[in-house]
DNA sequence: GATCCTCTTGTTCCCGGTAACATTTCACGT
DNA sequence: ACGTGAAATGTTACCGGGAACAAGAGGATC
């Protein structure tokens, strides 16, 4: 089959010509208007057919005032959990017919939610949602005032704001629960850095599921979300024999701290047990194999959309926007050893 | 600073009255046309800046027939390098004021890259790229005859196509090189999957470059990129004592390959040295650190874009399109123990 | 001072869709 | 047969830019 060329791509237009009607009648065909005749119809359609037809994305979007776009901006690309639910927000979109432009504000961008939010306006965009946000971005984002719909991907509500989140609650609850359920009572949680809003709702989480279980109270060490963070972390870390577990911010700092205090001569999860959360691909074949939090990325990802997008066409707003996350058990936890 | 909605977004229109010209000289001003007298500019600069002004994208591309947007096909973004790829192609497309959409072909497409080509086109593209394509996708892209400029990142020419690559022969031979260094003489070479164009240029180039090292034919076995893939393969394999080396396809699968091995009781890099592909992030803290050959994305993704943007706008096309690699030595790899 | 050029700016139309309104067609009741 | 209203279809204008052509201004030439 030949595709034709950007130059001959037939015009609605000419689909009507083919047709034997008027280029209106082509357009209500293609938009299911409901009062045309069924036989007009399939002589629309097998014009279409023929001619291989498709609308001009651009002079439509001209016509409706919507550009049939939506904006995402990530704080970051370069890790596991953002850039999965870019992808999937990604797929969600194009089953919808919609694109997505993204900008992540760690590269070329300065940082600078706002400068994000103004290259995606200059885009034309029917919406905006703000994935796994740091505090300052949901800030900017609400200076910003821009009128398209906003969500955010996070686990607070936000007032005027449309929001969907993974339920990090729950996952850090299972972590939690899995741990003593193995006898543990001295762990030891590093979280991610604390103005991410995702990292935050963790670590409230941790402390209190830790505090239920009547767990020891232990310092909060926030980090970034790095392998080589976990490692210097735990290189660097003291007083090791009063932890028996840790949990990490996501399967890379896991990593890291594998490797680590394997470097010190520890092992997991005879010393000490591990636990992730994301379950990044290489989590299954790590040395030891990481138990973790994997997060229904497919999931939030579609949940955006429709969220989205029921605002951007003026429909009701779903409300099922907490997506529960699921434990996966692996070899880096095990019984907690008697107390040192 | 408030940012205005789509509704009252101003118009190129507006921005003359402002100005006091004809909508005609803000179009020249933005578009840098050479006779503009510089108070003109200047007033019209002020009020763009005024309003606040952004070109409406969609009516441009309708005025200029071209959509500003490079199609994108992707075998799968599951996967650290074509994802990583990807990455950077949009990042140096959106430095030149284009958006990329692309299509990955292993979900929702049934892998069928001409289904793919046509979604792209249905939103309109000036140009294409495949990105690390297998040789069927390659073959429909001829067969599709688009005729946007198309672009392949694979290792070998591709006559009347553009093309641009990592010099993976490079890569291979720089891991060969070091093993061979080591002492290694008994290598065995685990590939990705042989319909990857990528996948056969490294087997090749580590034919060759073992027989130039003198070392013992072995056969390669192809497999897939995923580290499920690796583990089973190390679980599965016999007469370990003949090889003092494995290569693989990526960092994923010489990780579950170290996996598996660990499995079995056999050391990296004791027992085994091995070789990754990529320097995906968790490869400096797997246990043991990988070796690896990292790739260049970014440089990639700007000689693509450079590429096929000189391609549109008919300019010359960029010769140097072969990216070298680098050879990132960790601990996975050692000196080879004495012959068993 | 008239002519011709070049520099600069303006006018008009078109790109390919959709909305709003106009018009034709047709079934039906009387 | 004719009026009537709904269904089906057509006509026109407009979305916001850019290309082509037109036109006014100012300078050089003779």
Redesign the pocket.
């Known amino acids: 089959m030949s595709t034709r060329s950007a130059s001959d ?5 000419q689909v ?1 010509e083919t047709a ?9 065909v ?2 299911g ?5 069924e ?3 399939d002589k629309v359609l097998h014009a279409v057919e023929q001619l291989g ?4 994305i ?3 979007a ?4 919507r550009t049939l776009r939506i904006g995402a901006v990530v704080e970051t690309e370069a890790e596991f959990g953002p850039a999965s639910a870019l992808r999937a927000i990604h797929r969600a979109a194009r089953r919808r017919g919609y694109s997505v432009s993204s900008v992540a504000l760690d590269e070329d961008e300065t940082g600078d939610p706002d400068r994000a939010f103004q290259q995606l306006l200059a885009l034309g965009i029917d919406a905006l949602c703000l994935v796994t946000p740091r505090s300052a971005s949901v800030a900017a984002v609400r200076a910003a005032s821009l009128d398209v719909p906003v969500l955010v991907v996070k686990p607070e509500r936000e007032p005027e704001l449309l929001r969907v989140c993974v339920d990090q609650q729950l996952g850090v609850t299972m972590a939690v629960d899995h741990l003593a359920a193995l006898g543990h009572r001295d762990v030891l949680y590093v979280s991610g850095p604390m103005d991410w809003l995702d990292a935050r709702a963790r670590e409230r989480a941790f402390r209190a599921r830790a505090q239920s279980w009547g767990m020891r109270e232990r310092p909060i060490v926030a980090g970034d979300w790095s392998a080589d963070f976990g490692y210097d972390f735990a290189i660097g870390l003291e007083r090791v024999p009063e932890y028996t577990a840790i949990v990490a911010a996501n399967d890379e700092v896991a990593l890291g701290i594998v490797h680590g205090l394997h470097d010190r001569g520890l092992r997991v999860p005879d010393d000490l047990s591990v636990v992730g959360f994301d379950d990044a691909p290489f989590s299954r074949h790590s040395i030891p194999p990481l138990t973790t939090v994997r997060q229904p990325f497919e999931a939030l990802g579609a949940a955006v959309v429709d969220v989205l997008l029921a605002a951007v066409e003026g429909l009701e707003i779903p409300q099922r926007t907490k997506i529960p996350p699921e434990l996966v058990v692996r070899l880096s936890t095990a019984k907690a050893r008697t107390a040192p």
Request: net charge positive.
């Open positions: 791509r037939p015009s609605m237009r009507a034997g009607v008027s280029h209106m009648t082509v357009s209500r293609l938009n208007h409901p009062s045309i005749k036989s007009t119809r037809y498709h609308r001009n651009a002079a439509r001209l016509a409706l005032q």
